[in-house]
């Protein structure tokens, strides 16, 4: 299949296993979210898939093709993209910079081509303003947006995202939420979206996932129903 396929995910971290068997698809164009408690081991899926923890057992495909003995950089592209929790831009270097090592991630020696940069500006106006800015000196919201732009100028068909509305303002978070519904639609791009708050999945996403204690414990349409289902709270 195209997107992205995960099937039985086993990992963690030394003999601590965290991942108990996650299976998780995206198909082009879809956004899912993923739910679930601090501890539950979202940040630690998104880690395993993009290559950044070794798998005790499952498999992972992007665009059809199997990554899992892949390291990171071959996983890059293949087309997978991340935006990660924490530590999400190169804080002493400009936008601009940041912007070049995001298209060496891929392999690319030109810099970004003029329509991809266009496509990105029109999404975030703001970093066209602050080319020259260091991005440690950006706000939270737009290093995150910074963090964005850097995935998509990779030209992904898989797009990770750990808890983008993080310490990000309201109005900041509706424009990258639309932003990511640009993207899928647009762009057939497959999303993964982690979040705490399910009244923002269930704005962004088309499907919702719930880990619990590293297992799948729930999943299905990100209706507004979801909102307000009792044991999806006791879930959460
Ligand atoms: N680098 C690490 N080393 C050891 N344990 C970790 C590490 N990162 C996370 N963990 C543990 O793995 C579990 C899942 O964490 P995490 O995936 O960050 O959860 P979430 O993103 O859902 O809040 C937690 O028990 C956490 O303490
Ligand atoms: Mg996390």
């Known amino acids: 299949m195209t997107g992205l396929g995960a099937r039985g995910l086993v990992a963690g971290y030394g003999a601590a296993t965290v991942l108990r068997g996650v299976d998780l698809a995206v198909s082009p164009g879809e956004i899912v979210a993923v739910l679930g ?13 993009f290559g950044l923890l070794p798998l005790d057992d499952g498999r992972i495909a992007i665009g059809g093709v199997d990554v899992t003995s892949a390291g990171s950089h071959d996983r890059v592209r293949h087309g997978l993209a991340y935006s990660p929790q924490q530590q999400f831009v190169f804080a002493t270097l400009s ?10 991630a891929v392999g690319a020696s030109a810099p970004p081509t003029a329509d991809r940069l ?17 991005a440690g000196t950006l706000s939270g919201g737009q290093q995150r ?4 732009a850097m995935a998509m100028l990779t030209e992904p068909t898989v797009m990770l995202l750990d808890e983008p509305s993080l310490g990000v303002a309201p109005t900041v978070i509706r424009d990258l939420m639309a932003a990511l519904r640009t993207l899928a639609a647009d762009r057939g791009l ?15 996403a ?7 204690r590293g297992e799948v414990v729930h999943e299905g349409p990100a209706d507004e ?5 009792d044991d999806l709270w006791t879930l959460l």
């Open 37 to 49: 408690h601090n501890g539950a081991g979202k940040s630690t899926l998104l880690k395993a898939i």
């Open 95 to 104: 936008v601009r910079e940041n912007f070049g090592l995001a298209r060496f």
């Open 118 to 134: 266009v496509e990105v500006f029109e999404l975030f106006p703001i970093l066209a303003e602050r080319l020259n800015q260091r």
């Open 145 to 148: 947006m910074l963090s964005i």
């Open 190 to 204: 497959a999303v993964v979206v982690v979040e705490q708050n399910v009244r923002q999945a269930v704005e962004v």
């Open 206 to 212: 088309d499907r919702v996932c719930v880990l619990k």
């Open 225 to 229: 129903a979801l909102v307000a289902r």
